[in-house]
T-cell receptor, first 114, second 114 residues
Framework: DTGVSQDPRHKITKRGQNVTFRCDPISEHNRLYWYRQTLGQGPEFLTYFQNEAQLEKSRLLSDRFSAERPKGSFSTLEIQRTEQGDSAMYLCASSFQGTRAEAFFGQGTRLTVV | AQKVTQAQTEISVVEKEDVTLDCVYE???????LFWYKQPPSGELVFLIRRNSFDEQNEISGRYSWNFQKSTSSFNFTITASQVVDSAVYFC???????????FGKGTRLHILP
């Protein structure tokens, strides 16, 4: 296992289109987190899962955003009707037993909405 | 509410100088975790250290050291004898046990000049 994997690494889409990102966590990790990072800012929490259960969603996560982790393994983050303000780096992280253990981050998916 | 403040937006030092990155946090909880992450130009967040709120012992790892002071709600990070490879953005982060998500500061961009 080489760490947290995110796909795609880069995505350019036209405003109004839907996009979906995938995250494959480290296999034994039961926690999975999604963050968004814009230029010059720290990562902002979006949502997290304990196995397949989505435990918390940030107010940043509008109705256009949805995340799933259907079998407690990989996760998807979908953005519907993308807007230019959605342009950012989307980061996924995983950890074992919550933040009592360190969270490992993937390389992120950079979304550009044109 | 939990909050992390990194007042230094950007720091430049000449190689081999020591440099300290400041971090001040706010939390209502007595049990929490503090973190430092490094984000090199490649973009991936690299875990450096995790500290729990009951352990105020300072830690040293090679050229890196961390000073945790509950009395001032600070968790500062010092790099001794800095090297060009230390150039990156460094994030301080906080997690409260009761909700288990990691909240990041805005980061400090560190430039080590040759």
């Amino acid at each position: 296992d080489t760490g947290v994997s995110q796909d795609p690494r880069h995505k350019i889409t036209k405003r109004g289109q839907n996009v979906t990102f995938r995250c494959d966590p480290i296999s034994e990790h039961n926690r999975l987190y999604w963050y968004r990072q814009t230029l010059g800012q720290g990562p902002e929490f979006l949502t997290y899962f304990q196995n397949e259960a989505q435990l918390e969603k940030s107010r940043l996560l509008s109705d256009r955003f949805s995340a799933e982790r259907p079998k407690g393994s990989f996760s998807t983050l979908e953005i519907q009707r993308t807007e230019q303000g959605d342009s950012a780096m989307y980061l996924c992280a995983s950890s074992f037993q919550g933040t009592r253990a360190e969270a490992f981050f993937g390389q992120g998916t950079r979304l550009t909405v044109v | 509410a939990q909050k992390v403040t990194q007042a230094q937006t950007e720091i430049s030092v000449v190689e081999k100088e020591d440099v300290t990155l400041d971090c001040v946090y706010e939390t209502r909880d007595t049990t929490y975790y503090l973190f430092w992450y490094k984000q090199p130009p490649s973009g991936e967040l690299v875990f450096l250290i995790r500290r729990n709120s009951f352990d105020e012992q300072n830690e040293i790892s090679g050229r890196y050291s961390w000073n945790f002071q509950k009395s001032t709600s600070s968790f500062n990070f010092t790099i001794t004898a800095s090297q060009v490879v230390d150039s990156a953005v460094y994030f301080c982060a906080l997690s409260e046990v009761r909700d288990d998500k990691i909240i990041f500061g805005k980061g400090t961009r560190l430039h080590i000049l040759p």
